[in-house]
T-cell receptor
Framework: SQQGEEDPQALSIQEGENATMNCSYKTSINNLQWYRQNSGRGLVHLILIRSNEREKHSGRLRVTLDTSKKSSSLLITASRAADTASYFCATDEGDYKLSFGAGTTVTVRA | EAQVTQNPRYLITVTGKKLTVTCSQNMNHEYMSWYRQDPGLGLRQIYYSMNVEVTDKGDVPEGYKVSRKEKRNFPLILESPSPNQTSLYFC????????????FGPGTRLTVT
């Protein structure tokens, strides 16, 4: 089942701006992961946040998790052209299956 | 280099002609999984395997088979492909840790005519 729903579907920003995307899900989770996919290629793991964490940072990435609202956000600061990609959230419900959303396509304009 | 490889990368075939997409990982991961990606639908899990000889259905298993005879390999078999199986397929693997972050292969683009 498709658990995560990303919003917006697409985002276009200027280089140097921040990009924020959101993920909502329906059931309890163990953790939530964010992945990046460059056009037509395999997904790459970016960051993971556990259900008992509220915020996590990794380089220019900041992830928040609100389990009461069943939502997460991914912030990319000071975006670069190389950040142009699709971003997916994936929820782990504890049954060894990751459920992915449909993704947010981010375009960073030079 | 740690990686997940898939073959072939591109395949055009006809309805009903059995095919196998291979997947291999060199990280000694216990967990392996197959996904298909279709526009607007994100990734949907087809089958997964927790270890050798242990496989289970994902969300869209109909029309697919898998086997896990060796730890490193997890082939996806389409016994009688149909046009609705035209898709981009990804294999992934992860260590069986608490969080099992997944490593993805480069993808196989399959067209069934």
């Amino acid at each position: 089942s498709q658990q995560g729903e990303e919003d917006p579907q697409a985002l276009s920003i200027q280089e140097g701006e921040n990009a924020t995307m959101n993920c909502s899900y329906k059931t309890s989770i163990n953790n939530l992961q964010w992945y990046r996919q460059n056009s037509g290629r395999g997904l790459v793991h970016l960051i993971l946040i556990r259900s008992n964490e509220r915020e996590k940072h990794s380089g220019r990435l900041r992830v928040t998790l609100d389990t009461s609202k069943k939502s997460s956000s991914l912030l990319i600061t000071a975006s670069r052209a190389a950040d142009t990609a699709s971003y997916f959230c994936a929820t782990d419900e504890g049954d060894y299956k990751l459920s992915f959303g449909a993704g947010t396509t981010v375009t960073v304009r030079a | 280099e740690a990686q997940v490889t898939q073959n072939p990368r591109y395949l055009i075939t006809v309805t009903g002609k059995k095919l196998t997409v291979t997947c291999s990982q060199n990280m000694n991961h216990e967990y392996m999984s197959w996904y298909r990606q279709d526009p607007g639908l994100g990734l949907r899990q087809i089958y997964y395997s927790m270890n050798v000889e242990v496989t289970d259905k994902g969300d869209v298993p109909e029309g697919y088979k898998v086997s896990r005879k060796e730890k490193r390999n997890f082939p996806l078999i389409l016994e009688s492909p149909s046009p609705n199986q035209t898709s981009l397929y990804f294999c992934a693997s992860s260590a069986r840790t608490e969080t099992y972050e997944q490593y993805f292969g480069p993808g196989t683009r399959l067209t069934v005519t």
